[in-house]
């Protein structure tokens, strides 16, 4: 996706250019009085004032100013994220302590402590994840992870400078538009996919993809292309009836097409063997409704999923109810897949207004500064402080402490019941032993075994979504080093190890 900051400024005179800059700049603050948010424009402007001066001279390698850059940041940050004035100020400002002999106190005096801290906690993890220094990096990434268990902001304008530099990343030399995109795909796609960001993982995926295997990136988008008129009238023909019958239910509802991206159709075709005519689950339908009242919400889903399974015949193992249990980064929908008239199965999206809200701009953004304070105990907390539990583990091999986050990154969630019916979601091949650390340090390391629904099984024993799972301990029980082999959750990983250093007898000269 190109921005406007992509017009190439050498040839422009220097009174074009400082119109450019203040026509982008005015493109933000548009945005950003047009939001939810409470209108500080006064501060929006010294920040942008400020930064212009500092990045004052300095051009991008592609020979545009500089000072686009912060603002493109801002931009994504405000309009794509979906953050407030102190966020887009920390974005314009995010390079000046970097790349200026400006500090981190000369923008505290300026413009408050807290934009202060998100410009510090945004130059502490500038640079990359690898290279020759890559266990210098990984401190890098464990600091990014460190400020955004204390202010998840930080993370989310990072997200809007990595997109930025992705989008213009045609400008780099090729080995570092490799280097970019391979750290791109190993890290910040699954980091904004678990904090929800789900346009900006798949934008994310698609660019690093385009960068990594240019020439299947190019086969895969021209069979996109050639095959796009075939597919709208197959959407056409399916979706017709369909929105005949929310049309009599008088439904106020919007009705569209989301084909899959480039990558997800590239994996898919990898990890199963198939050439792209066979990736019959090219597209799904979504369906988003307006509806005032939150509470009306999962009826009116289920009263879309009825009439829909009414036409056309459901996969019964396709349905995925994520309203009654929302997936940890706050991801909210009914999907269910039903076979089309041309005999092929189509996947549909339900959601309301507010979920398609969450599902897009991502959980965290919705979460904290739109909302206020009343959802804090949700679930992207209890992962921010899983994330805290990494950090506080003394070990001090940062490529393992990636490798451990990774692990949570990346896996598919399961939820588990406990006997009174609370909730717990744990990544996928977890454990009975996760469970009891996910309870207690003290609940895991006296673990003997525990009961899945109601059956005896050792605290080895992978659970399922769906088990109710009881963790049976005895005083006598003491952590063992083999049990690492049968943990999932780096959170129990850590705890298990602070607890078998704390067994290891002390050391006597």
Known sequence: MATSTDITTYNLTPEEEEQLIESEFQDVLNGYLK?????????????????????????????????????????????????????????????????????????????????AQLVSGLTKISGGIFGDQASAQAENFRKLLLTMSEDIRVVLIKMADRLHNMRTLGSMAPNKQYKIAGETLYIYAPLAHRLGLFEIKTELEDLSFKYEHPKSYERISELIRQSEARRSEVYNDFSAPIKEKLDTMGLKYEAQSR????Y????????????????????????????????????????????????????????????????????????????GPDGNWIEVQIRSRRMDEIAEKGFAAHWKYKIGESDEESELNVWLRTIKDILDDPNPNAIDFLDTLKLNLFASEIVVFTPKGELITLPNQATVLDVAFELHSQIGTKCIAGKVNHKLVPLSHKLQSGDQVEVLTSQSQKPKEEWMAFLATAKARTRLRAALRQEQPPVID
């Open 259 to 262: 084909l899959k991206s480039v």
């Open 35 to 115: 939001s939810n948010h409470r209108k500080k424009v006064e501060i929006i402007e010294r920040a942008f004032r400020f930064a212009k001066k500092a990045h004052g001279g300095i051009r991008r390698r592609s020979g545009e100013p500089y000072i686009l850059h912060p603002i493109a940041v801002a931009k994504i940050a405000s309009q794509e994220i979906g953050l407030g004035s102190t966020s887009i100020c920390a974005a314009l400002l995010h390079d000046v302590v970097e790349d200026t002999d400006y500090t981190v106190e000369d923008i505290e005096a300026q413009f408050g402590k807290k934009i």
């Open 264 to 339: 997800s159709i590239w994996r898919k075709m990898e990890a199963k063997h198939v050439p792209f005519e066979e990736v019959y689950d090219l597209y799904a339908m979504r369906i988003i409704f307006d509806c005032e009242d939150q509470s009306k919400e999962k009826e009116i889903c289920w009263s879309i999923y009825s009439a829909i399974t009414d036409l056309y015949r459901l996969h019964p193992d396709r349905t995925r109810d994520w309203i009654s249990v929302p997936k940890a980064n706050g991801y909210q929908a009914l999907h269910l897949t039903v076979m």
